[in-house]
């Protein structure tokens, strides 16, 4: 079953630069992704397609049975209730707990406040935090502040995850150990994932199916796939 199915797709920004080229890509539901490339090939642009950020200029980006190109401002949040995002800078609130920084959008939502509590509880758990929901970020290390990042994006079981440069900020041990939290998202909530990431050994490793752009071009497609991306452009 396709939960993105993206036929044809430009992205050619104001200043004339086209940052998606002729793209046609499908991920399956429950798929785990990579997107590498160098800077500048177009990642950042796609995954914003992904969310509503970006409207394609020519083409068709389809999320979870949404056209994202067609869909009015007022409605983008049906299409981000199906998703998760992670980035690289936590952006946690400094002020909130572990548990207020998950709640907060379920609260946003008008949701039960049993209800939340249920669903923060599992989340943290799912990250090996269940033990620091009185924290503040500040007292967390930048492993744990990025699990916080993930628990926060699963709290609602989004049907994708979407990983821009998860990992970028933190040394290779833990970043390991968050790419290891992610894919156990995947395996046990069939969550589908799309990570853009430049780590060579984290993608080399996993033997998932890797994405390459270039220029905003679709260059590589491969099942257990290892990281081609060229750096130097």
């Known amino acids: 079953m396709k939960f993105v199915d993206i036929k044809n797709c430009y992205k050619v920004y104001n200043n004339g630069v086209t940052a998606i080229a002729d793209l046609t890509l499908q991920i399956d539901k429950g798929e785990f992704v990579f997107v590498t490339g160098a800077s500048g090939c177009g990642k950042s642009t796609f995954i914003k397609l992904l969310y509503r950020e970006e409207k394609p200029t020519k083409g068709s980006v389809m999320v979870g049975g949404i056209n994202v190109a067609k869909l009015y401002n007022r409605k983008v949040?049906?299409?981000?209730?199906?998703?998760?995002?992670?980035?690289?800078?936590?952006?946690?609130?400094?002020?909130?707990?572990?548990?207020?920084?998950?709640?907060?959008?379920?609260?946003?939502?008008?949701?039960?406040?049993?209800?939340?509590?249920?669903?923060?509880?599992?989340?943290?758990?799912?990250?090996?935090?269940k033990e620091k929901t009185r924290s503040f970020p500040n007292q967390l290390s930048g492993g744990e502040q990025q699990r916080v990042c993930i628990a926060r994006a699963i709290v609602n079981e989004p049907k994708l995850l979407i990983c821009d440069e998860p990992t970028g900020n933190l040394d290779p041990k833990t970043s390991k150990e968050i790419v290891k939290v992610i894919n156990n998202i995947n395996k046990e909530m069939g969550t589908t994932v799309i990570m853009v990431t430049h780590d060579k050994e984290i993608v080399n490793s996993m033997?998932?199916?890797?994405?390459?752009?270039?220029?905003?071009?679709?260059?590589?497609?491969?099942?257990?796939?290892?990281?081609?991306?060229?750096?130097?452009?």
């Open 77 to 129: 949040y049906k299409l981000r209730r199906k998703l998760g995002i992670v980035f690289q800078d936590f952006k946690l609130l400094p002020k909130l707990t572990v548990y207020e920084n998950v709640a907060f959008g379920l609260e946003n939502i008008g949701m039960k406040k049993s209800d939340i509590k249920e669903k923060v509880l599992v989340a943290l758990d799912r990250v090996g935090l």
């Open 207 to 233: 033997k998932k199916r890797v994405i390459t752009l270039e220029n905003g071009v679709l260059i590589n497609d491969t099942m257990k796939g290892k990281y081609t991306a060229d750096e130097s452009n």
